[in-house]
């Protein structure tokens, strides 16, 4: 602005030096003419005068225009430069004789010749000008070009110009513009704030969109408006801020500041000082929102929280298995501290238990799936093998490829343990360690089918040692159990090591002989047995002969059912046993005979209900803990008009078989319902009768539950009174109906228990599955049991998962006092057996109860 104030004064002083000279040059013919004498002497002094001031206004015109900075420039109406400075000469870059030889639109660089032509002669309407524009150099640089034009009419038209260079002045002010678009557009937040009264001076959009203002809203506000209250005043925030800044220049940091609506933002800042030519001192401060970031912060510092504290053990590694990271809980589970383990692969605790086809499908699935889990044994680092249950996730990269493993695990061997001794107990016969009755059929089942595949026939041997009551009897079940061992191991030493030997239990023992190629062998091993058994058995100080009834049947040519073959079997072995024992009989046809009785025992079955020959007993429960009996099991009894008591496990296979077992069962269970109903009034309690229901009454169809609520609800009596007991094996095949009836049952409140718990598949998960409320522990455990026995560490580990599970536990069987003692301090909610009472009939039992628990 000053530059261009400046110019008409200059042009001004040549207008006038022009003048100057114009009227020189007209006045000097007339002075001649009228002054030629006789001041013609005075003349000629004063022209000399004359000449001599205007050749020195010239001389000083000539040297205005020689030493100004800006450059000039005289051209003709048409653009031809007939005078230039040495300014414009020094600036183009042309020397003046070529300038001479030149026109204006030879250096013009933004307008044509035209519009050169087209100026000329508007410049001349006009008479002066100013604009700019743009000159190329002779080095062909461009130059801004600010121009004052004037046009003056002598003899002929002439165009003087004033040429200033403002390209650096250009150049300055685009510098400027830029930097304040910047600013305004930046990414970042940027306030300017004045010194000496904290308010805000400038903000740029960013920074009001960051705090949520309008444009222009803040200026004048105080800083401290954008902080927020922490454990600090905002104001305090910002004058320690200042007072930094003060101190050492600049601050920065992160701070949590408060956005217009009251919503808080975490942001890094930068505070440094600029001084203003009229505002004085100016903090500039920059402002990054860093609330994601800060959020990341916290989930990261969270998730290391998780992990430092997690009872179960983590270890990552990385994409090439070396572990690059462990927590408190693995250092404590594997022994390895975590110097120790760093950079190591995980193969460093394998226990050498699993082989590489285990390893290989486990990475297969990480591989594939990007994770695994199941159940593992490792070593720790004293070497002791563990079991732990372990999930490993991949974690990857952008691209696909392996970041990281994430291994979580926890060690379960205990639960392995308990599982085991269970999976054994429920397989295997600790006595003999041959399978048990359970492993034997599946056995049994395999090689049946083997058969069928190979045509080879298959014998089942079923072997009862004779006179085994009698040396259990007299010489005690110490030495019985050694004669059991070693027969064991003789039945076992006569037959190929394919051949499956099994404890039925007692003194029965079962040999299946797969795939027999020739019949006449199956007679060899069997009277190789006989002759092996009736050998004499040296037992301690005494020596004890018994003998072996074996009886054989053929599978398929016998029968082509497993249950079927049992029976033959057993009828073949009893056939055996009538001819004299020590000897073997094959199953044979007249055997059918046996069966036939059997099927005379059905008959007199189905009349038994109707002729009221069955009656329901009851047998009380105790509360160990208490000593109260509010339970009993209803058990059914046959009092048989020829045969006198016949056994329910005699003839409740009969029922099951034709099907009576429904009309039998809802009778008991009636009769259950009756007497839990009397007795519940009668006792001042929740008197609750448990009722066995076998797995073939759950399987005809839904009716019977469905009669059993009804009946209940006719009663009007809660389902609370009535206990279901049902088997193991029922949960193990359960279709979805005995699921639904299951959950009917709970529905109604009636509670279920699972029946001689041990014996079958004993499978915790069905337990949690089928949400059963009791186990009761089977007989053949509590029969043996002693304080340090298998039984007892079998019991036990039964109680305290069921307790876990929130079952209750029923002991089976409890005959002895030491048997209650042991149980109680097992922790055993409840007992039933012969300790406490028989199966009573209900008359009985209430006589009982009133005079016990009045
Ligand atoms: P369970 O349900 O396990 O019944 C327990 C059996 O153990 C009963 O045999 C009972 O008399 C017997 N018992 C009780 N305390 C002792 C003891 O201290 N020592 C010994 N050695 N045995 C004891 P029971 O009455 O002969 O019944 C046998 C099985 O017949 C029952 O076993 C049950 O599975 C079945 N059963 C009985 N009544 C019914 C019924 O109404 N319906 C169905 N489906 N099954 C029934
Ligand atoms: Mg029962
Ligand atoms: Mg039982």
Same mark, same amino acid.
Not at 377 to 406: F, M, P, Q
Not at 583 to 611: G, I, V, W
């Given at each position: 602005?000053?530059?261009?104030?400046?110019?008409?004064?200059?042009?001004?002083?040549?207008?006038?030096?022009?003048?100057?000279?114009?009227?020189?040059?007209?006045?000097?013919?007339?002075?001649?003419?009228?002054?030629?004498?006789?001041?013609?002497?005075?003349?000629?002094?004063?022209?000399?005068?004359?000449?001599?001031?205007?050749?020195?206004?010239?001389?000083?015109?000539?040297?205005?225009?020689?030493?100004?900075?800006?450059?000039?420039?005289?051209?003709?109406?048409?653009?031809?430069?007939?005078?230039?400075?040495?300014?414009?000469?020094?600036?183009?870059?042309?020397?003046?004789?070529?300038?001479?030889?030149?026109?204006?639109?030879?250096?013009?660089?933004?307008?044509?010749?035209?519009?050169?032509?087209?100026?000329?002669?508007?410049?001349?309407?006009?008479?002066?000008?100013?604009?700019?524009?743009?000159?190329?150099?002779?080095?062909?640089?461009?130059?801004?070009?600010?121009?004052?034009?004037?046009?003056?009419?002598?003899?002929?038209?002439?165009?003087?110009?004033?040429?200033?260079?403002?390209?650096?002045?250009?150049?300055?002010?685009?510098?400027?513009?830029?930097?304040?678009?910047?600013?305004?557009?930046?990414?970042?937040?940027?306030?300017?704030?004045?010194?000496?009264?904290?308010?805000?001076?400038?903000?740029?959009?960013?920074?009001?969109?960051?705090?949520?203002?309008?444009?222009?809203?803040?200026?004048?506000?105080?800083?401290?408006?954008?902080?927020?209250?922490?454990?600090?005043?905002?104001?305090?925030?910002?004058?320690?801020?200042?007072?930094?800044?003060?101190?050492?220049?600049?601050?920065?940091?992160?701070?949590?500041?408060?956005?217009?609506?009251?919503?808080?933002?975490?942001?890094?800042?930068?505070?440094?000082?600029?001084?203003?030519?009229?505002?004085?001192?100016?903090?500039?401060?920059?402002?990054?929102?860093?609330?994601?970031?800060?959020?990341?912060?916290?989930?990261?510092?969270?998730?290391?929280?998780?992990?430092?504290?997690?009872?179960?053990?983590?270890?990552?590694?990385?994409?090439?298995?070396?572990?690059?990271?462990?927590?408190?809980?693995?250092?404590?589970?594997?022994?390895?501290?975590?110097?120790?383990?760093?950079?190591?692969?995980?193969?460093?605790?394998?226990?050498?238990?699993?082989?590489?086809?285990?390893?290989?499908?486990?990475?297969?699935?990480?591989?594939?799936?990007?994770?695994?889990?199941?159940?593992?044994?490792?070593?720790?680092?004293?070497?002791?093998?563990?079991?732990?249950?372990?999930?490993?996730?991949?974690?990857?990269?952008?691209?696909?490829?392996?970041?990281?493993?994430?291994?979580?695990?926890?060690?379960?061997?205990?639960?392995?343990?308990?599982?085991?001794?269970?999976?054994?107990?429920?397989?295997?016969?600790?006595?003999?360690?041959?399978?048990?009755?359970?492993?034997?059929?599946?056995?049994?089942?395999?090689?049946?089918?083997?058969?069928?595949?190979?045509?080879?026939?298959?014998?089942?041997?079923?072997?009862?040692?004779?006179?085994?009551?009698?040396?259990?009897?007299?010489?005690?079940?110490?030495?019985?159990?050694?004669?059991?061992?070693?027969?064991?191991?003789?039945?076992?030493?006569?037959?190929?090591?394919?051949?499956?030997?099994?404890?039925?239990?007692?003194?029965?023992?079962?040999?299946?002989?797969?795939?027999?190629?020739?019949?006449?062998?199956?007679?060899?091993?069997?009277?190789?047995?006989?002759?092996?058994?009736?050998?004499?058995?040296?037992?301690?100080?005494?020596?004890?002969?018994?003998?072996?009834?074996?009886?054989?049947?053929?599978?398929?040519?016998?029968?082509?059912?497993?249950?079927?073959?049992?029976?033959?079997?057993?009828?073949?072995?009893?056939?055996?046993?009538?001819?004299?024992?020590?000897?073997?009989?094959?199953?044979?046809?007249?055997?059918?005979?046996?069966?036939?009785?059997?099927?005379?025992?059905?008959?007199?079955?189905?009349?038994?209900?109707?002729?009221?020959?069955?009656?329901?007993?009851?047998?009380?429960?105790?509360?160990?803990?208490?000593?109260?009996?509010?339970?009993?099991?209803?058990?059914?009894?046959?009092?048989?008009?020829?045969?006198?008591?016949?056994?329910?496990?005699?003839?409740?296979?009969?029922?099951?078989?034709?099907?009576?077992?429904?009309?039998?069962?809802?009778?008991?269970?009636?009769?259950?319902?009756?007497?839990?109903?009397?007795?519940?009034?009668?006792?001042?309690?929740?008197?609750?009768?448990?009722?066995?229901?076998?797995?073939?009454?759950?399987?005809?169809?839904?009716?019977?539950?469905? %009669?059993?609520?009804?009946?209940?609800?006719? #009663? /009007? @009596?809660?389902?609370?009174?009535?206990? &279901? *007991?049902?088997? +193991?094996?029922?949960?193990?095949?359960?279709?979805?109906?005995?699921?639904?009836?299951?959950?009917?049952?709970?529905?109604?409140?009636?509670?279920?228990?699972?029946?001689?718990?041990?014996?079958?598949?004993?499978?915790?998960?069905?337990?949690?599955?089928?949400?059963?409320?009791?186990?009761?522990?089977?007989?053949?455990?509590?029969?043996?049991?002693?304080?340090?026995?298998?039984?007892?560490?079998?019991?036990? %580990?039964?109680?305290?998962?069921?307790?876990? #599970? /929130? @079952?209750?536990?029923?002991?089976?069987? &409890? *005959?002895?006092? +030491?048997?209650?003692?042991?149980?109680?301090?097992?922790?055993?909610?409840?007992?039933?057996?012969?300790?406490?009472?028989?199966?009573?009939?209900?008359?009985?039992?209430?006589?009982?109860?009133?005079?016990?628990?009045?």
């Amino acid at each position: 602005m000053a530059l261009m104030g400046h110019l008409p004064q200059q042009s001004e002083f040549i207008e006038a030096a022009i003048d100057s000279t114009l009227l020189i040059a007209l006045l000097s013919p007339i002075l001649y003419l009228f002054l030629f004498h006789p001041v013609k002497q005075h003349l000629r002094l004063r022209e000399q005068a004359e000449a001599t001031l205007r050749k020195s206004q010239e001389t000083q015109l000539k040297d205005m225009l020689r030493t100004s900075l800006d450059g000039y420039w005289m051209s003709d109406a048409q653009g031809h430069l007939l005078e230039v400075n040495d300014a414009y000469c020094l600036m183009s870059g042309y020397s003046r004789e070529e300038l001479l030889k030149m026109c204006i639109s030879d250096v013009e660089a933004i307008e044509t010749p035209e519009d050169t032509a087209a100026h000329l002669k508007q410049l001349m309407e006009m008479g002066s000008v100013n604009f700019e524009t743009r000159h190329r150099r002779k080095d062909g640089v461009l130059l801004d070009i600010e121009v004052s034009a004037n046009f003056a009419k002598y003899d002929e038209a002439r165009v003087h110009c004033f040429l200033r260079n403002i390209t650096l002045r250009k150049q300055g002010e685009e510098a400027l513009r830029l930097q304040s678009e910047i600013t305004a557009n930046a990414a970042e937040g940027i306030a300017l704030i004045k010194a000496s009264d904290s308010t805000i001076h400038y903000t740029n959009r960013r920074f009001e969109s960051l705090f949520g203002y309008a444009p222009g809203e803040l200026i004048g506000k105080h800083i401290s408006i954008i902080n927020a209250p922490t454990d600090k005043p905002p104001l305090d925030t910002a004058t320690e801020i200042q007072q930094q800044v003060e101190k050492n220049g600049e601050c920065s940091g992160e701070l949590l500041n408060l956005r217009k609506d009251g919503t808080t933002l975490w942001t890094s800042f930068h505070v440094s000082t600029v001084i203003h030519p009229q505002l004085g001192k100016l903090l500039i401060t920059y402002q990054s929102d860093i609330s994601s970031r800060k959020e990341s912060e916290e989930d990261l510092q969270l998730a290391a929280m998780v992990y430092e504290n997690s009872s179960e053990a983590i270890a990552v590694t990385d994409a090439n298995n070396q572990i690059i990271a462990v927590n408190p809980a693995f250092e404590e589970m594997t022994g390895y501290s975590e110097e120790e383990i760093l950079g190591k692969n995980p193969r460093v605790m394998s226990s050498g238990r699993h082989d590489r086809e285990f390893y290989r499908e486990m990475w297969q699935s990480l591989i594939r799936d990007g994770y695994w889990h199941g159940e593992m044994w490792d070593k720790r680092k004293n070497g002791e093998i563990y079991a732990k249950a372990l999930s490993i996730n991949t974690i990857r990269n952008r691209d696909g490829s392996v970041h990281r493993y994430v291994a979580l695990f926890s060690d379960i061997t205990e639960r392995k343990q308990s599982e085991e001794l269970i999976w054994k107990q429920a397989n295997f016969d600790t006595l003999t360690e041959l399978p048990n009755r359970r492993m034997f059929l599946d056995r049994l089942e395999v090689e049946a089918k083997k058969s069928d595949r190979s045509k080879l026939p298959l014998a089942l041997l079923l072997i009862d040692l004779d006179q085994f009551k009698e040396v259990n009897d007299t010489l005690g079940h110490a030495v019985g159990d050694t004669l059991l061992k070693e027969a064991a191991y003789r039945i076992r030493s006569c037959v190929r090591t394919s051949d499956t030997v099994a404890r039925l239990g007692g003194d029965e023992f079962t040999v299946i002989l797969s795939e027999i190629p020739d019949s006449a062998n199956i007679t060899d091993i069997t009277q190789k047995i006989i002759d092996r058994l009736a050998e004499y058995f040296n037992l301690g100080h005494e020596v004890v002969y018994v003998s072996a009834s074996v009886g054989i049947t053929l599978y398929p040519s016998d029968a082509c059912n497993i249950d079927d073959l049992m029976k033959n079997a057993d009828q073949a072995m009893y056939v055996a046993k009538q001819n004299g024992r020590n000897r073997y009989s094959y199953y044979t046809h007249s055997l059918q005979e046996a069966a036939q009785k059997r099927l005379r025992l059905m008959n007199d079955l189905r009349c038994a209900l109707a002729q009221n020959q069955l009656k329901v007993y009851f047998q009380p429960i105790i509360n160990l803990a208490t000593g109260r009996i509010y339970k009993a099991e209803a058990l059914l009894r046959w009092q048989h008009p020829e045969r006198g008591m016949v056994s329910p496990m005699d003839f409740i296979p009969l029922a099951e078989e034709s099907g009576l077992i429904h009309e039998i069962g809802d009778w008991v269970f009636r009769e259950s319902a009756r007497w839990a109903q009397r007795w519940s009034s009668q006792f001042a309690g929740n008197f609750q009768i448990s009722v066995n229901k076998s797995p073939a009454q759950f399987r005809e169809g839904s009716g019977n539950s469905n %009669a059993w609520l009804a009946h209940l609800q006719e #009663l /009007g @009596l809660s389902g609370k009174h009535i206990l &279901v *007991e049902i088997t +193991e094996g029922l949960l193990l095949n359960a279709e979805h109906d005995i699921t639904d009836k299951l959950l009917a049952f709970r529905d109604a409140g009636i509670q279920v228990a699972i029946d001689d718990f041990g014996t079958g598949y004993s499978s915790l998960s069905y337990l949690k599955k089928f949400d059963i409320d009791y186990l009761k522990i089977d007989q053949s455990f509590v029969r043996n049991l002693t304080t340090d026995s298998n039984d007892m560490a079998l019991c036990e %580990a039964i109680i305290v998962m069921a307790h876990k #599970l /929130g @079952l209750k536990v029923i002991a089976e069987g &409890v *005959e002895t006092e +030491e048997q209650r003692v042991l149980l109680t301090r097992a922790g055993c909610d409840y007992a039933q057996g012969y300790l406490l009472s028989r199966p009573i009939p209900p008359e009985e039992l209430e006589r009982y109860l009133s005079q016990h628990q009045p």
